[in-house]
């Protein structure tokens, strides 16, 4: 499978050109910046720290699209439309790992999934797909009785809260009591905030140093809690995962799918 990087000198990017390098099965065959980055036209197998890989970073998605057969986007809310807009025109696979997209940006990437097959989460690992298919069973299972904090710490340079990862796994608990997630979700408290308002889904964000990321959903009952944890501790898992998203999607017919119909959950 042909896969172009996206945001190929970035943090993120640079894992995912290792990870294409390392993977049965797919090859990198493009990698893309914004106009003007300084890595135009260096290597993105040295730009990763591998060996020379023969594919130069460019800044023309559309070329590199075209002879493609996927896209691996870790970037930013309007950069992720763009591609996805171009992902439609070339019918490829888009996976979407980019968190912080409004609700009309993910219109749109509904929009682009009538042509293009789009694979999104806020967070392509296994282990975090597996805990938001268990946060789903236990919040069917218990009631309104015990409440819903979901507690998470990313590195200080991540500039969206709460994390994408946070609101997938708040996504599962609303699903789990058939409940929509923004008529309970509850992301701020501050001053005479009065008491808890049963039913509802808390948040709060912790931002420090160099976490990869820590999520927690907490069900806290009258006498009794359980707590469901996930510590990321290699940035490559999920890479990995878009790769075996990609691969899961070559084949399927236009649409939007999620990390849970790749893992089969």
């Known amino acids: 499978m042909r896969l172009v ?3 190929a000198s970035g943090r993120m990017g640079r894992m995912l050109v290792q990870a294409v390098a390392a993977s049965e099965g797919c090859t990198l065959a493009g990698a893309i910046e914004r106009e003007g980055a300084p890595a135009l ?8 720290g591998l060996p020379p890989l023969g594919v130069p970073v460019t800044d023309d998605p559309l ?10 986007d870790f970037t930013a809310p309007a950069a992720t439309v763009f591609y996805a807009e171009l992902a439609a025109q070339a019918r490829i696979v888009h996976v979407v790992g980019t968190t912080g997209l409004s609700p009309d940006d993910l219109r749109k990437l509904d929009a682009a999934a009538r042509h293009a097959r789009i694979v999104r989460s806020g967070n392509m690992s296994l282990g975090v797909n597996l805990l938001a298919g268990l946060v789903r069973k236990v919040a069917a299972t218990l009631g309104e009785e015990f409440d819903i904090e979901i507690l998470e710490m990313h590195h200080r340079h991540k500039v969206d809260a709460p994390s ?4 997938l796994l708040g996504e599962a608990a609303a699903d789990g009591r058939a409940v929509a997630l923004a008529e309970r979700k509850v992301a701020v408290r501050d001053g005479q905030t009065g008491p ?8 709060a964000t912790l931002r420090g140093g160099s976490v990869i990321g820590e999520h927690s959903v907490i069900f806290a009952g009258a ?4 707590e469901l944890t996930h510590r990321a501790e290699d940035r490559g898992l999920f890479a990995r995962g878009a790769i075996r998203a990609a691969l899961w999607a070559q084949p399927r017919e236009p649409g939007l799918y999620g990390m849970d119909d790749v893992l089969g959950l």
């Open 164 to 167: 994408g990862t946070a609101l």
């Open 5 to 7: 990087v996206v945001g």
């Open 223 to 226: 006498g009794e809690r359980l």
């Open 63 to 72: 070329t590199a699209f075209a002879a493609a057969d996927g896209v691996l």
């Open 41 to 48: 036209g260096e290597d993105a197998g040295v730009l990763a």
């Open 196 to 203: 808890r308002e049963p039913g509802t889904i808390g948040f």
